[in-house]
């Protein structure tokens, strides 16, 4: 039985706001909320995609309200754009950093840009130059 992946849950602190930015820098949309528990933790979740359903490209954010911010870094998520400068406008508009700028791989044909979210999470964005 092949099992595929589906979608990601990014642990955040701030639950409305990192919404907030996820939705204005990827215009990712919110499809859900969920309150319920993990091994007895109290979680409060935001179900966000472009589609409108849990799938590929869904991203679940995550917040434990009665335990400390989680440590960024944890994890990479990545974005595949037909625009990577506009993208780094949209991902600084909404409050999110450039980290060590746009460039071109050396490796495949793609332009890659790493950026921060307003908590240091980070995102590869990908844009696709030539054949993969």
Known sequence: MSTPFSFTKLI???LEGMSAYYQGAYG????GRVQADIEGDAIDEIFLGVDGAHGPGSLTLLSYPERPAPTPGAIILGFVTED???LVAQVESAGGTLRDGIRESDAAPVRVAF???PEGNLAENVQVT???
């Open 130 to 132: 030539g054949a993969v």
């Open 28 to 31: 990712l949309k919110e499809f």
């Open 84 to 86: 990577l400068d506009a």
């Open 115 to 117: 950026t921060a979210d």
């Open 12 to 14: 955040v602190h701030d």
